[in-house]
């Protein structure tokens, strides 16, 4: 008899434990929920891919949104690879979606018959109030839609920077051109005199 209450007793830290296991669980959930600011900060990393390097000189930019963007297989593949151009792309509104026009994407090689049509216009992707800001500003006189940029998330997600802009004259990209000259020259005067102390 004295060798079998030892026993229940033995099992009762036995049970305890399990209670235990529950809570290691909360706290690594307690630990993922922690990771999220740290997820939000990952998305600050992109590896670009095109960049519109006229559109800062040719427009005046007015405001910017990121949006996803409804692509093919093939055309992912090729992104990674950086072939891409977007110079002569532009957006518009289509039946009340927001579309990508002439964004060239390269085929890719190992696709064969699989492959995309390069400058297919390519459907955008944004919650619906900033479509409907960008659309009721895009309806205004001499404001286009310009991509700035298209890259990679740190998820692997494909996006595109989509400008409102408003188109620059001749004598405003001279006045430009002007101001960044003067620029240089200032930061060329400091770089002299930090280097001469």
């Known amino acids: 008899m004295n060798k079998k209450k030892p026993q229940p007793t033995s099992a009762q830290p036995a049970a305890k434990s399990p209670k235990n296991k529950p809570s290691s669980g909360k ?5 993922a929920a922690s990771s999220k600011p740290s997820g939000s900060a990952k998305g600050a990393t992109f590896k670009s891919v095109a960049e519109n390097r006229k559109a800062k000189h040719n427009y005046e930019i007015l405001d910017s949104v990121e949006c996803g963007m409804v692509l093919h297989g093939s055309e992912v593949k090729s992104l990674r690879n950086g072939r891409c151009s977007i110079e002569e792309a532009y957006a518009r509104f289509k039946d009340g979606e927001l579309w990508l026009v002439d964004c060239e994407i390269d085929e ?8 995309h049509p390069t400058k297919r216009m390519r459907k955008l992707l944004l ?71």
Do not use: M
């Open 27 to 31: 706290s690594a959930s307690g630990s």
């Open 108 to 115: 890719y090689r190992q696709a064969t018959f699989w492959n």
């Open 127 to 197: 919650h619906r109030r900033e479509l409907h800001r960008f659309g009721l500003k895009a309806k205004e006189r001499g404001l286009t839609l310009i991509p700035l940029r298209v890259y990679f998330t740190d998820r692997s997600i494909a996006k595109c920077v989509i400008a409102l802009c408003k188109g620059r004259k001749l004598h405003d990209k001279r006045e430009v051109l002007k101001k960044a000259d003067a620029r240089r020259e200032i930061d060329r005067a400091i770089k002299q005199r930090t280097k001469r102390l």
